[in-house]
């Protein structure tokens, strides 16, 4: 859907949800604002302390019609397309599917590039009781931004919050975090969140060529800070 390789993953159980700790960073505030910097003196603090309330979701869009709706729309007239948002505003006018996060994967898509992209993941997080996924989209549109400070905020976000609920191989932003940790130089990083995922240790690439480039160019002088946050987040799964 991002336009990145996915790994395919069985649901795992549930064990707990994580309580938010600090103040969380929306999305279009974030973007318009430059916030947060990579060498501030708070920022692995922000990075690592957990800011969106995560709660369990047992919804799956396989819950009924949903997927195959969604599915007939991609397959006739494409995935970023106003059909596309418009089955999918449908679904989540839809109480069975009402705050279901994984709609949004679909939905942000359409609107790439645009405040409105940024404004319904936002909403997203705000509506939605499991989080995890949806901060993963936020980093993932703020390195389309190339606004690598904030792409790192967010994916450590999401990888937080999924190891609150026992998920974390299932959360997609380690699969940027491989690639952050492999252009930063912290190879005891890309191994350990290699092994959370279940990855093999090579090929190194995670990513397809375009969001590999992304990250190159946002992360190609890490700061200080940053390799803080990266080595900080390896050393909580490798505990």
Known sequence: MLGRFKRQRADTATKRHGAAEGSPR????????DDPRADGPDYVGLCLSPAFREEPEARSLRDGDGMGRIIEVAKTGGMETPAMARVVEELLADPRYAALDTLYSWLAPVYRDTDRQLEVIEHGLRTCPRKYKLL???????????????ALYYWAQSVV???????????????????????AGQRGAVKAFRARTGEADH????????????????FRKPSKETKAVIQALAARISA
Do not use: C, K
Request: no cysteine; aromatic share 8%.
């Open 136 to 150: 993963e989209l936020a980093g993932t549109a703020m390195l389309q931004r190339e606004r690598g400070a904030a």
């Open 26 to 33: 929306w999305p279009l505030e974030v973007w318009q604002r």
């Open 161 to 183: 919050n999924a190891e609150s609920l026992g998920e974390g191989p299932d959360a997609s932003a380690y699969d940027f975090l491989i690639v952050v940790a492999h252009v």
């Open 203 to 218: 090929p190194e690439i995670v990513l397809d060529e375009e969001y590999t480039e992304l990250v190159e160019t946002a």
